[in-house]
């Protein structure tokens, strides 16, 4: 994935603001830590933040859709990227978060709006996903989305 430096600049921007939030999360804990990760996975989902995804999701990514579909890394930021499904709005609640050593679980429910192909939907799904701390930060894993 070729990496402009409009990407770049707004990549740094996105680590810069992570960071200075970092400190207050890792005062009130590793959860608040997972969910300040999750936070900044839903601004940069919003944005379509090609840099800001490729940091905040492990190679490994399996990300799984309410609609069965799963993806890999390249597959889920491509899809956003391109804007071939776009977000114009996500509001997450009913969030949770646990942590187990380097692993943590975050659920929530996911309310917004998709466009896919040029077509809008509302979306009212429940999440789970799957964070991994590497090198001090957190990282996706795994996600996997589910009809309520």
């Known amino acids: 994935m070729p990496v402009s430096r409009r990407s770049l600049l707004a990549a740094l921007a996105a680590a810069h603001l992570l960071s200075a939030a970092m400190p207050s999360a890792r005062a009130a804990g590793p959860e608040a830590e997972v969910e300040a990760a999750v936070d900044a996975l839903t601004r940069a989902i919003l ?7 490729d940091a905040l999701v492990l190679d490994g990514l399996s990300y799984g859709h309410s609609s069965g579909a799963v993806q890999d890394k390249a597959a889920f930021i491509d899809a956003l990227v391109s804007r071939r499904s776009s977000f114009p709005s996500i509001t997450l609640t009913s969030r949770t978060a646990s942590v187990v050593g380097d692993d943590a679980i975050a659920r929530h429910v996911f309310d917004g709006e998709t466009v896919s192909n040029g077509k809008s939907v509302p979306v009212h799904i429940g999440v789970l996903q799957v964070w991994h701390r590497e090198g001090g930060r957190w990282r996706l894993l795994a996600r996997q989305a589910y009809k309520l």
């Open 47 to 53: 944005a379509a933040d090609g840099a800001a995804l």
